[in-house]
């Protein structure tokens, strides 16, 4: 609950929409609840990677609402209708948000074959984060730009905030640094193959273990003091 509410109170300084926030926010408890009925077709615990993997997916949620809202509304504001903006918006950006998806699913679904207890541990895991995935993106696909042709219309001029000269200002920065790095392409690959080589070079050197170093395999046992005395008048000899 507290992911989803941060998440929300940091959507609407960027969006600068009300009803924008409104769509984005909606779209979370709605993948989360077609994550519930997976798992629970599924007989998936809440437990701590499910509750791990549903903690990882709420920025991946997000990002699906606000990705498709700021695309339509931005062509609400270049003078579009909304249903129109809504069509050309979400078209424009489908493949990219498709690929997006199945990206991240390939990458958590290689856990599922792993077999022995690894795999029972990681199995319920993998399918969460997927399912998530999945339904974030039908949510995004379809319910999202409704909403966006119901609610959203043309922002009134404003005066800029703080916050938005701030945001205007990163902005600009990073043109300039695309730009220069536009202009050095070969200083840029050589540096990220450098960066590959680098973490290739120190996997060796990180430690590797099925639990963690903290975990000591201690076991406390708390025994309650009135079934003691029942086990012991239990125990005693009939006579």
Not at 53 to 69: F, N, Q, S, T
Not at 77 to 94: D, L, N, S
Not at 143 to 171: A, E, K, N
Not at 191 to 200: K, Y
Request: charged share 10%.
């Amino acid at each position: 609950m507290g992911a989803i509410v941060l998440a929300v109170l940091i959507i609407y300084p960027f969006l600068r929409s009300g009803w924008g926030t409104l769509i984005s926010a909606i779209a979370i408890p709605l993948s989360l609840l077609g994550t519930f009925i997976v798992m629970a077709a599924l007989d998936f615990n809440l437990e701590t990677l499910t509750l791990l993997a549903l903690a990882l997916i709420i920025g991946i949620v997000v990002d699906d609402a606000i990705v498709d809202v700021e695309n339509i509304a931005r062509h609400v504001e270049a003078g579009e209708p909304p249903k129109r903006a809504a069509k050309i918006g979400t078209e424009e950006i489908e493949p990219n948000c498709v690929c997006h998806h199945f990206f991240h699913c390939g990458g958590v679904f290689t856990h599922c074959p792993v077999g022995g207890t690894l795999g029972e541990f990681f199995f319920p895991f993998a399918v969460t984060v997927s399912a998530a995935v999945i339904v974030s993106l039908l949510v995004a696909r379809t319910l999202s730009p409704v909403l966006t042709v119901l609610w959203l219309r043309p922002q009134p001029q404003r005066s800029p905030s703080w916050f938005s000269r701030c945001l205007d200002t990163l902005g600009d920065g990073y043109q300039r640094v695309l730009a220069w790095s536009l202009g050095h392409r070969w200083w840029i690959v050589a540096l990220a193959m450098a960066s590959l080589i680098a973490g290739l070079a120190i996997i060796p050197l990180i430690p590797q273990g099925f639990v963690p170093t903290l975990d000591r395999g201690n076991l406390t046992l708390f025994f309650n003091p009135l079934l003691q005395k029942l086990l012991g008048r239990c125990l005693l000899p009939q006579g």
